[in-house]
């Protein structure tokens, strides 16, 4: 089975910072890589797919990419709204994994 | 619009049994691959199980044996029957679609969950 990791865990940040969250892949993965936002008490939103590819409906902030084992999601201005959990995931095969998720929270 | 909703969680005793439905509407399950994730209290997400079109299953380890994903395309609804539950398979449930027709695999539409509590 394919193993996600993310750093960091968590992480404390200012409306209007640049915010950076690595995702990493036990093997390859190519471009199999999707990105989650979850607030409390909520279920998960897609916030982009296939590495890159942002949603329909998904702030233009929200970025990725990677490719192979390494990834990144990347939001250039962080909003108030953006305060959640980030789960980076793998479709390359099932069992279909999740990383640990990152928390973002307000400095 | 696509909706998922789900039911069927509750309060069950260890070994005990439930069977989950994930209905849907405004898209075909056996046209899409289904998915079940679960999320115990305070803990991440969890990948549980996956039904693709052509009926071809997939199970996490820790539920390999024990759960058991279905469905019903005359209802439009995915099933997750879950035998010799533990304490450890409390979470709250989601299920999900990964559209088959894409170039990618990702879940774009979730249920709002249901929860399991698994307990004496």
């Known amino acids: 089975d394919i193993q996600m990791t993310q750093s960091p865990s968590s992480l404390s940040a200012s409306v209007g910072d640049r915010v950076t969250i690595t995702c990493r892949a036990s093997?390859?993965?190519?471009?199999?890589l999707n990105w989650y936002q979850q607030k409390p008490g909520k279920a998960p939103k897609l916030l982009i797919y296939?590495?890159?590819s942002l949603h329909s409906g998904v702030p233009s902030t929200f970025s990725g990419s990677g490719s192979g084992t390494d990834f990144t999601l990347t939001i250039s201005s962080l909003q108030p709204e953006d305060f959640a959990t980030y789960y980076c995931?793998?479709?390359?095969?099932?069992?279909?994994?999740f990383g640990p998720g990152t928390k973002v929270e307000i400095k | 619009e696509v909706q998922l909703v789900e039911s069927g969680g509750g309060l069950v005793q260890p070994g005990g049994s439930l069977r989950l439905s994930c209905a849907a509407s405004?898209?075909?399950?056996?046209?899409?691959?289904m998915t079940w994730v679960r999320q115990a209290p305070g803990k991440g997400l969890e990948w549980v199980s996956l039904?693709?079109?052509?009926?071809?299953?997939y199970y996490a380890d820790s539920v390999r044996g024990r759960f058991s994903i279905s469905r019903d395309n005359s209802k439009n609804t995915v099933y997750l029957q879950m035998d010799s539950l533990r304490i450890e398979d409390s979470a709250v449930y989601y299920c999900?679609?990964?559209?088959?027709?894409?170039?990618?695999?990702?879940?774009?539409?979730w249920g709002q969950g249901t929860l399991v509590t698994v307990s004496s």
């Open positions: 999900a679609r990964e559209p088959a027709a894409a170039s990618a695999y990702y879940f774009d539409h």
């Open positions: 405004g898209f075909a399950v056996s046209s899409n691959f």
């Open positions: 039904i693709y079109s052509h009926s071809t299953t």
């Open positions: 093997q390859n993965i190519n471009n199999y």
């Open positions: 296939a590495a890159s």
């Open positions: 995931q793998q479709s390359y095969s099932a069992p279909r994994t």
